[in-house]
DNA sequence: TGAGTGTGGTAG
DNA sequence: ATCGCTACCACACTCA
């Protein structure tokens, strides 16, 4: 039995596995380092150097750390005797003090570029934390106005810093960007001045402003059109790109799904939480091309029967179609063509390949169809997306073979598609046995088998680990889920967290992450998130262009917001800003292709779209307009908490019964999955009065015990903000 | 230590 | 040409 440690504990870094203290690990891997980069060394700039990185760093701390390096400079993260410069961006309160009481200079990042440049060690006065500056004029001025005391140790170096006090200067090489700014500054003035003159609707002025300024047509020339010669778009409309994107229509199509099942809660009897858990996860093979091909004639179909086809927006049969192979059926498949390719790709590996369109007004139809068909299993459904959910099925099933064989030829009757099932006593495990089933599968799967069919897959056939966490695994070791299997623990979490390094373990071994959320019928689902974006087609050559696509953003925003009836009280915008250095060749045609991602938020009460300037000013500095290729935006509803009561003196301070609680939890020797109950001696929870109370005790603790592995984690972790409520519920009824 | 904010990964 | 959306989770870091 594998027992499910605590996921969220902060314990102490666990040892080295070589048996070295972390400590000693870090300073070897440091000086491992130091020499390679010793090797490469062009000059000794920097030799008497011991320099000092600190916090998020641009260039890049990895960046800086080689350009020292080579040039026979020291570099260290934690402070240290013998620290000659600290290299830092942005200093809070906490570590101006700390670094103050040390006589070294704070410097900007842009000190090491300079001395590179110039071959030689300047003066550090140009370079000095513009924020130490602006801080130590206020805390001099604080001080003269207080009491007119002696400047304590902490300042010592403002007072130091402060005899040589010169304007900042901005030392950037490129004077174009300069202008640039400038001018961008005078746009925006323009646009303040127009909103304050023009008292008529927002947008319309944007509007108008856009059409002026498309007239005198820019003389702004664009750096990446040399590389991608993408026609800029004078206007766009959010909605009608939405119209046309596949993935907007699947992220809308999973919304649809929950709200059919809300309107239509599922009529079948309720899965018996006592007995042994039993879950069904059912999924459509290749979903589009099935669904585009259901809608072909008679003809057509026979014609295209047995051939390999794929749903793709282009029939571009070109040499260089970087169109997406949106879905592709098995027959394609087995030409090695995948869902995600370019076109161009695909048709290299088939020349046969039948290209069938979107028709999503089909997909939308057929999703429904696939729903009403599993209204009447059980009264337990979370849908996953238009054409996957899970099912609870615990004591409902007698013959699981039968059940499976009559779900698939019910659904093939009445969509005419054909889907993989697959059962489980967890969703992982369920969802493992679709994934080998398919195509047209039905496979029962427990946990032993589970752990024996997997053993020998790479590990990203796992859900939830993709490409980046697979790179990271190989780097440590890990190639096969049975490695993760059998990997160390302590080692997994020290990669990628506590919470996260336990669940991969976790889906190793077929123990879920995921909790079963069934959709409550007559409940309106209130999402923690509303997002509109578009990163496709953006091509932008003016600020007025930018803000108009922003706007256009945010009023999509709005309209989603009044749709789904949700509150929005901060937002947050996204800009994708083409990377330096990005590789053409990694583009799509009108793609965003490699990009750096900008981030500002700000709470707002009331409507979206007043804030517009406001979510756009932080960011407008940072880059240069016709560098943006997308934007997102993404409202954050705030989540209807019930009314916390915050008040210290309300805190549970029985430690007694505390302890008591915990202990009786602690000793239950194996959690269930995803039953509400807990198993063990749940008699005393049985004793609450309160019903209500008593299935939230249940529900609340249960879950989260097998979410996070003990009682301490639920009562420690963070996210679970009705914490307090529940617990004061409990303790008031309970013991 | 909890709340706020920013970053990054994943899925369909 | 082409339609690279969206919701959610975990984590890092800062601030008071």
Wanted: hydrophobic share 35%; proline share 4%; aromatic share 8%.
């Amino acid at each position: 039995m594998y027992r499910i440690k605590a996921a969220n504990t902060y314990e102490k870094r666990p040892e080295d596995p070589r048996g070295n203290s972390y400590v000693d690990y870090r300073h070897k891997k440091q000086d491992k380092l130091d020499e390679q980069l010793n090797q490469q060394k062009i000059d000794d700039l920097f030799v008497d150097c011991v320099i000092m990185l600190n916090g998020r760093l641009e260039p890049s701390a990895n960046y800086l750390r080689q350009l020292i390096g080579t040039h026979g400079g020291k570099v260290v993260f934690q402070y240290m005797p013998g620290v000659t410069h600290i290299i830092c961006q942005n200093l809070s309160a906490s570590k101006f003090i700390q670094y103050s009481k040390k006589t070294i200079p704070v410097l900007l990042p842009k000190y090491i570029l300079s001395c590179v440049e110039h071959k030689t060690l300047l003066d550090t006065t140009e370079f000095i934390l513009p924020q130490l500056l602006l801080e130590q004029t206020q805390q001099t001025q604080q001080t003269q106005q207080t009491q007119a005391q002696e400047p304590s140790p902490e300042f010592r170096m403002s007072q130091i810093n402060f005899n040589y006090v010169v304007e900042p200067v901005v030392l950037d090489p490129d004077s174009e960007r300069i202008q640039q700014k400038l001018q961008n500054l005078e746009q925006q003035i323009k646009i303040y001045q127009l909103n304050e003159i023009a008292q008529i609707d927002y947008g319309e002025v944007i509007q108008n402003v856009q059409n002026t300024d498309s007239q005198k047509s820019s003389p702004t020339q664009l750096q990446y059109i040399q590389n991608s010669p993408v026609k800029t778009h004078d206007k766009i409309n959010v909605r009608e790109y939405h119209e046309q994107s596949r993935l907007h229509h699947l992220s809308q199509w999973k919304v649809e799904a929950q709200q059919f099942l809300i309107q239509n809660p599922p009529q079948g009897p309720k899965p018996n939480d006592t007995a042994a858990p039993l879950f069904m996860h059912i999924d459509i093979d290749c979903f589009f091309v099935q669904a585009s091909y259901s809608a072909l004639s008679a003809q057509q179909q026979l014609l295209y029967q047995s051939l390999p086809l794929c749903v793709c927006s282009s029939s571009n049969t070109g040499q260089n179609s970087t169109a997406d192979i949106a879905s592709c059926n098995y027959v394609a498949r087995s030409y090695g063509i995948r869902n995600g390719m370019w076109l161009r790709t695909a048709q290299e590996k088939c020349k046969e390949l039948v290209i069938l369109k979107y028709d999503f007004q089909v997909y939308s139809e057929q999703s429904k169809r696939f729903y009403q068909n599993l209204l009447d299993i059980s009264s337990q459904i979370m849908p996953v997306s238009c054409d996957e959910c899970y099912i609870k099925l615990s004591g409902l099933i007698s013959n699981k073979e039968e059940f499976m064989t009559e779900l698939k030829a019910k659904i093939k009757r009445s969509t005419g598609l054909i889907t993989s099932i697959g059962l489980g006593s967890s969703l992982i495990q369920a969802r493992i046995a679709t994934k080998l089933g398919k195509p047209n599968g039905q496979i029962h799967i427990g946990k032993e088998q589970f752990i024996e069919l997997i053993k020998h897959k790479t590990v990203d056939f796992l859900p939830g680990i993709g490409q980046e966490t697979a790179t990271v695994m190989n780097s440590i070791g890990i190639y096969s889920v049975g490695d993760l299997q059998h990997a160390q623990l302590n080692l997994l979490q020290q990669t990628f967290g506590e919470i996260k390094g336990q669940q991969l373990f976790n889906s190793s071994l077929g123990i879920d992450s995921l909790v079963f959320k069934p959709i409550q019928g007559g409940q309106q689902q209130k999402s923690k998130q509303l997002q509109v974006s578009q990163n496709f087609g953006v091509r932008l050559t003016t600020l007025l262009q930018l803000k108009q696509f922003i706007y256009n953003l945010l009023v999509e925003l709005q309209a989603k917001q009044k749709e789904r009836n949700q509150q929005i009280n901060r937002i947050i915008l996204h800009l994708n800003v083409v990377a330096k250095n990005a590789n053409p060749q990694w583009a799509k045609n009108g793609g965003c292709g490699q990009c750096e991602k900008t981030t500002s938020s700000c709470s707002i009460q009331g409507e979206v779209t007043e804030y517009y300037e406001q979510i756009l000013e932080p960011i407008l500095s940072q880059f240069r307009v016709e560098d943006v290729r997308g934007a997102d935006i993404v409202g954050v509803c705030g989540e209807q908490q019930p009314e916390i009561i915050r008040n210290k003196t309300n805190k549970i301070n029985d430690r007694t019964s505390l302890n008591q609680f915990k202990e009786l939890l602690n000793n239950f020797q194996e959690q269930q999955q995803n039953t509400n109950l807990i198993t063990g001696d749940i008699s005393q929870i049985d004793q609450i009065q309160d019903e209500n109370v008593r299935e939230k005790v249940k529900q609340v603790i249960g879950l989260q015990i097998i979410k996070r592995g003990n009682l301490d984690d639920v009562l420690k972790y963070d996210d679970f903000q009705q914490k307090n409520y529940y617990m004061q519920q409990m303790w008031g009824e309970f013991l």
